[in-house]
């Protein structure tokens, strides 16, 4: 009976003959994928059967609209003909394979209640995600590429996405003011299989805003990201100007969802390398998105994560744990650990960038560590390893004094000893020299900011 000829109707809908429709086998309630052609031009009907048959009928009957990206693909116009040239049915796949650590297979994602398909473009294996209800029907269909790279950047974009797309509805969107974090999010996703062509923008804009003002925004934004623009609408929540960029794609919406809650328990479990550096873009891009730095009534600082959902809360602080800082949970809020340690842990990780008040008080709170800006400026006048007398001769101390100091940072890590003959040569360490380093890095971009005022830390 393949291959034969279908008419499309004024509104793009084919109905499946009923005689190919009694000689293929099919599952009621199963999926299939239907090819069709125009010349050379193919494309591919997902459907599912309705579970049941209707009463009123004999035979089954199926009687689909076209997608818009079918059309596209064979250049339909009403009324015309097409040849239908195999219908299969798909059954669920094989369980997934291992591809080595630093890469994350997507056939892992529970989508029960749905259709996956396997296929290869260019020697790259691709997964097809469909679903449908239970009475059939076309749904939107979700492409990606199999297996995905583990590593810093794909942290960050789930950390954007946990703090700043939403978590149903039939989108797959992200919304943020910074249009830098706009552009890592497309890049990132278009690196495993979702083309820029697909995203639209939409502009969230205060009510006092002109429409020039807004067009500025917009071209502004297009510009730098050229993507489709969508629409345009006022709230009275935002001061001036919000981006949100989104695919229409209810399937879409789902897999990236899921992706997020796996790969951030993966990354709360896992101690390869790979998924160190996915926690660390995580954990900076969560809090871009979501935290915020406010300043301590005992002059030092309180780090804090705003988090409605238990198990998002709880992976955060159990990825925290990898890098010993410690965390708890009071209702929707997480509370950092803000000693010394973690704010030059936050900072060298790029915590709070774009976001200028929270890191101007983390550089601040760090520039202002005396401890620490005192042990630079007396190691800043030694450039080889020193003993205790011109230690205290330099620094202006009683040799007592200088070993005193000298001893005490020892026991912090921060200073070695080593015995020569008959005197003790002192040196930094290299926690030492990492944590200078910061401090040195605080400075200068302190100052890119604030060009004209007195340093803080070594007044």
């Avoid at 209640?113 to 294996?125: A, C, D, Q, S, Y």
């Avoid at 917009?218 to 929540?237: A, D, E, M, R, V």
Wanted: glycine letters at 6%.
């Amino acid at each position: 009976m393949l291959p034969t000829i279908l008419t499309i109707s004024s509104d793009y809908r084919i109905t499946l003959p009923l005689l190919i429709l009694k000689n293929t086998s099919y599952t009621l309630g199963g999926y299939l994928k239907i090819k069709l052609q125009k010349g050379e031009a193919v494309g591919y009907l997902y459907l599912r059967t309705p579970q049941n048959k209707s009463p009123t009928r004999k035979h089954l009957q199926i009687r689909r609209k076209l997608s818009r990206d079918i059309i596209k693909k064979l250049s339909l116009l009403p009324n015309e003909t097409i040849r239908l040239t195999s219908i299969e049915e798909i059954s669920q796949i094989l369980p997934p394979t291992y591809k080595g650590e630093e890469f994350f297979d997507l056939l892992s994602l529970p989508f029960n209640k749905g259709m996956i398909e396997l296929f290869l473009e260019k020697g790259e294996e691709w997964i097809r995600f469909w679903h449908s209800s239970k009475y059939g029907g076309r749904g939107k269909e979700a492409t990606l590429k199999r297996f995905i790279k583990i590593d810093r950047s794909l942290g960050e974009l789930f950390g954007l996405m946990q703090a700043e797309s939403r978590k149903d509805g039939s989108k797959f969107d992200f919304t943020n003011i910074l249009i830098s974090e706009h552009k890592k999010f497309v890049n990132v996703c278009e690196t495993f299989g979702l083309s820029k062509e697909n995203w639209k923008l939409g502009i969230i804009y205060n009510p006092s805003f002109s429409e020039e003002q807004v067009e500025f925004y917009k071209n502004k934004f297009l510009n730098q990201l050229s993507i489709n623009f969508g629409y345009k609408t006022k709230s009275s929540t935002i001061t001036t100007v919000a981006y949100t960029i989104y695919i229409d794609n209810t399937t879409l919406n789902k897999i990236m969802l899921s992706l997020l809650r796996s790969l951030r328990s993966f990354a709360a479990e896992r101690i390869e390398n790979c998924w160190i550096e996915f926690s660390r873009g995580f954990v900076a891009k969560e809090l871009l998105g979501d935290g915020t730095i406010l300043n301590h009534i005992r002059g030092g600082i309180r780090v804090i994560l705003s988090e409605e959902d238990p198990s998002a809360q709880n992976d955060f602080v159990r990825i925290l744990s990898k890098f010993k800082i410690k965390a708890n949970t009071i209702k929707n809020v997480v509370h950092l650990q803000s000693d010394f340690e973690s704010n030059c842990w936050f900072f060298k990780n790029q915590c709070f960038v774009g976001t200028f008040e929270s890191r101007k008080r983390l550089i601040r709170y760090l520039l202002r560590n005396s401890e620490t800006n005192l042990l630079m400026k007396r190691f800043s006048r030694f450039s080889r390893p020193v003993t205790a007398a011109p230690f205290a001769k330099l620094n202006h101390l009683s040799i007592p004094t200088a070993r005193m100091y000298l001893h005490r940072n020892a026991q912090r890590g921060l200073i070695k000893k080593v015995k020569q003959e008959d005197k003790t040569l002192y040196f930094l360490t290299q926690e030492a020299i990492s944590k200078l380093e910061i401090i040195d890095a605080a400075e200068k971009e302190y100052f890119q900011h604030h060009p004209f005022r007195q340093p803080i830390g070594l007044s």
